[in-house]
């Protein structure tokens, strides 16, 4: 029975159906993999990839790109008109000549996605909105006319506004220029996170948002991934099932105790996602995000973490530090180690690479 299960897993990788699902269904093992902030900071090809291998050799089955944020949008893309024609190309790197910010092309990308697809390793690219889009809107403003003026609709601040009936076919639009390059059954992560209309119980607007986006990707044979901050309680009943929930944290992680009060009140926990028929990927902020700060590499924090994770953490555990409610359904199919960028740049890809490497060592060994 096992070498025929073993069996059926390579047969759908073959078949460029593997999804996290198929995987732990098919040998009975929870799902692990990396989530890679491509934004903050820019990795290459050869960055990328050296972070599926090590994925791969862990025993991880996907490598989520956080390809754009309010920092950078980090992919080409035509209708934004950040495109390999228009940019600058310093060796294998492309920059956008008005942002001065380099990007990852269409090719490069769909490159990846193959690297990995024959590694065993899924490669899933995010493109974040409705929040973090300043940079998405930043290249609308500096665009064409059409783009420009489309950004008076649906630009509020640095997020998309969901009130606007043209926000979704825009953002539709934007995902289609990714939909080509994966294999059949894969993911495209929409974001949701860190919307600022999260503090609200009922939110019709991004219940429809959300279904419309998955139902696009849907009819695209490829499936959708979300954070779980852009989902409310009361609200799931009317959001579709077959999303794959990332579930990084249930209040947000902010100082403001009123904030932390009301998302506690209104958002579902892991266990409750899972109740109502959800999947989802163990993200804890507290356990499973690596800052590429200085501290977070002192040899002090480096042997804490190591000794907190293997000594208090398992997938079921997604509440920060919290063991009094474990995500136990079968439902939580596994879990994500983050690297995610400061903001400053403070270290180069190589060193980003160097110093993270005892962290998903760590991670991969005990997850």
Do not use: C
Request: glycine share 6%; aromatic share 10%.
């Amino acid at each position: 029975m096992a070498k025929f299960l073993k069996g059926l897993l390579v047969l759908s990788l073959l078949l460029g159906i593997w999804t996290p699902q198929s995987a732990q269904a098919a040998i009975k093992r929870p799902a692990k993999g990396l989530i890679l902030d491509a934004a903050r900071q820019y990795y290459s090809v050869s960055s990328i990839k050296k972070l599926i291998t090590t994925t791969h050799r862990g025993g991880g089955t996907f490598l989520q790109l956080h390809l754009t944020d309010d920092t950078r949008f980090g992919v080409e893309n035509a209708h934004l008109g950040q495109t390999v024609k228009t940019a600058r190309k310093r060796g294998d790197v492309y920059y956008n000549r008005k942002t001065k910010l380099a990007f990852l092309s269409k090719r490069q990308l769909r490159s990846l996605i193959v690297y990995g697809h024959r590694r065993h390793v899924e490669v899933i690219p995010e493109i974040d909105t409705p929040g973090h889009a300043k940079a998405l809107i930043k290249l609308m403003k500096t665009g064409s006319a059409a783009n420009r003026q489309l950004a008076k609709t649906i630009a509020s601040g640095n997020e998309l506004t969901l009130h606007s009936a043209k926000t979704l076919p825009f953002v539709k639009a934007l995902l289609s220029e990714y939909t080509g390059l994966q294999y059949r059954g894969q993911h495209i992560g929409i974001g949701g996170d860190e919307y600022s209309a999260t503090t609200a119980p009922h939110q019709p607007a991004t219940v429809s948002y959300t279904n419309g986006l998955n139902r696009y990707l849907r009819s695209k044979h490829l499936r959708t991934t979300m954070w779980n901050d852009g989902l409310m309680r009361a609200d799931l009943p009317r959001i579709d099932h077959n999303i794959l929930v990332t579930y990084w944290s249930y209040d947000g992680e902010t100082d403001n105790t009123q904030t932390i009060r009301t998302h506690r009140q209104i958002r579902p926990t892991l266990p409750q996602l899972n109740q109502a028929g959800f999947q989802t990927i163990n993200a804890n902020f507290w356990y499973l995000y690596v800052i590429t700060r200085p501290k977070t590499f002192t040899a002090e924090s480096v042997r804490y973490w190591q000794r907190d994770l293997t000594q208090n953490w398992t997938r079921q555990v997604w509440d920060k530090t919290n063991h009094q409610s474990l995500a136990t359904s079968s439902r939580n199919l596994g879990s994500a180690i983050s690297i995610w960028g400061d903001g400053r740049k403070t270290y180069s890809q190589k060193q980003v690479l160097q110093k993270t490497k005892p962290f998903l060592t760590t991670y991969f060994q005990h997850a």
